[in-house]
């Protein structure tokens, strides 16, 4: 989650409309502007969502008479993502709407390439109030709104229930990690009885779950703490959980499709997963909220992607875009949306009578949020730092690495980011 500096009073960043790198003062009032006929919405499709999408944006031309170029501007958030650096430098062919990623989009902000959407928000009498409130305040900064979410998940906890049958558990996910590691030994009908997500895509995501379960973090706010003892401790666990007790394994790709593939039976996923998991398993599938540790607090951090607003379009093209971020965040397309790939409905009047009574697991996953807690600024603030996690993390549980060591350099890596990166921007 994002909603730092909204909830917890981060630093104060300059710049003007254009955020710390936006150069000159935007023009935000969008009074008597026209929208632009024809525009681009750039997408991954998350969660295999391009067929929905796809309706969706011909209702929205229909409505308004707007058409939109479904363009698929990579297959993750990452592809997506350098697309749009791409164009940035080039100065052309970007999109008026764009999907942004939780560890994408706060770059954006410091470098001026989106705008704040407020009086957008207003023109278009956007209610803010009706979104989800972990979701909506995820996209707020310095006093401003900076995207709508669209994509938005939950890691949840997945299992097999006929292997935790067969093995006499309780038809329900573990309260803690520690309940979990004694039903371990027992779940003996996969080869593993818990697969870790793969690395590269979600490591530094889902493990704030371990970490904040032992009262540790990637970060407090600006300043790394990965290498600290209680964040050591916690990520020993993880080693030993694949190493020396052996319980668990390191998927080496979508561990969701692992799971429903019967290769093991639990693991972490995210709730964009859902659907094709239920719809691709040959078992009853259960969900659960993330397990605990041995601390009070949310253990659970949100994810996914909202949509923005790129700062180098006409005010034409912005204007229709906020029009389809508009349409894209109804409740009865978020409804829609949801349906087709299980991610959660942003808004909070979404009548989700239909959608639970087909997939009653999306109701878990919506109750899950008021257990949320905004992720680690480390994660999601530093440019490149969910790749450094994983590749620090890759060193612990595939290659049985000395955990301190591992950490203290990613703590020396992602200091350095802060320091060349960030700071100078947030102090400019």
């Not at 944006?57 to 297959?75: D, K, M």
């Not at 770059?107 to 009086?119: C, E, H």
């Not at 973090?217 to 990520?235: F, G, N, R, Y």
């Not at 697991?361 to 680690?376: E, F, S, W």
Request: hydrophobic share 40%; proline share 5%; aromatic share 10%.
């Amino acid at each position: 989650a994002l909603g730092l500096a909204a909830c917890g009073g981060g630093p104060e960043v300059g710049g003007g409309g254009g955020g710390a790198g936006g150069g000159e003062e935007l023009d935000l009032d969008f009074s008597g502007v026209e929208p632009a006929k024809k525009i681009d919405f750039w997408t991954n499709h998350p969660g295999g969502s391009q067929e929905v999408e796809a309706q969706l944006l011909a209702a929205f031309t229909e409505e308004t008479g707007i058409e939109v170029n479904h363009v698929t501007a990579g297959s993750n958030y990452e592809e997506i993502a350098q697309r749009f650096q791409t164009a940035q430098a080039a100065n052309s062919g970007l999109p008026a709407v764009v999907v942004l990623s939780d560890v994408w989009w706060f770059r954006y902000f410091l470098n001026g390439n989106v705008i704040p959407i407020d009086s957008l928000v207003e023109q278009l009498e956007i209610d803010l109030s009706d979104y989800r409130d972990s979701l909506v305040q995820d996209y707020q900064y310095d006093d401003q709104q900076w995207a709508l979410p669209y994509g938005r998940s939950t890691p949840l906890f997945y299992y097999n229930k006929d292997h935790f049958s067969a093995a006499g558990l309780p038809d329900r996910a573990p309260e803690t990690w520690s309940e979990f590691e004694e039903w371990a030994p027992k779940l003996t009908e996969s080869e593993t009885a818990y697969m870790y997500p793969d690395l590269a895509g979600y490591a530094g995501w889902t493990l704030q779950n371990v970490l904040w379960g032992q009262d540790a973090a990637w970060s407090d706010e600006w300043t790394i703490t990965c290498a600290e003892p209680a964040a050591v401790e916690a990520l020993q666990w993880v080693q030993d959980s694949v190493f020396s007790k052996g319980w668990a394994q390191v998927a080496s790709s979508d561990s969701a499709d692992t799971f429903a593939a019967g290769v093991c039976s639990s693991t972490i996923a995210s709730t964009g997963s859902l659907v094709g998991v239920l719809e691709s398993a040959t078992f009853d599938v259960g969900v659960g909220f993330l397990p605990g540790g041995s601390v009070d607090g949310p253990v659970c951090p949100t994810g996914g992607a909202g949509l923005g607003i790129p700062a180098a379009v006409t005010k034409e093209e912005q204007l229709a875009g906020a029009m389809l971020m508009e349409f894209m965040g109804r409740p009865e397309s978020t409804v829609a949306f949801s349906a087709a790939t299980g991610y959660m409905p942003i808004r909070k009047s979404a009548d989700l009578t239909e959608l639970t009574a087909e997939t009653p697991q999306i109701q878990l996953a919506v109750d899950q949020l008021d257990v949320t807690k905004p992720q680690d600024f480390a994660r999601v603030f530093l440019p490149g730092a969910d790749q450094e996690m994983a590749e620090a993390i890759a060193s612990v549980v595939t290659t049985e690495g000395d955990v301190q060591e591992a950490m203290d350099g990613l703590k020396e890596t992602l200091e350095g980011i802060y320091t060349k990166e960030i700071q100078p921007k947030l102090e400019g």
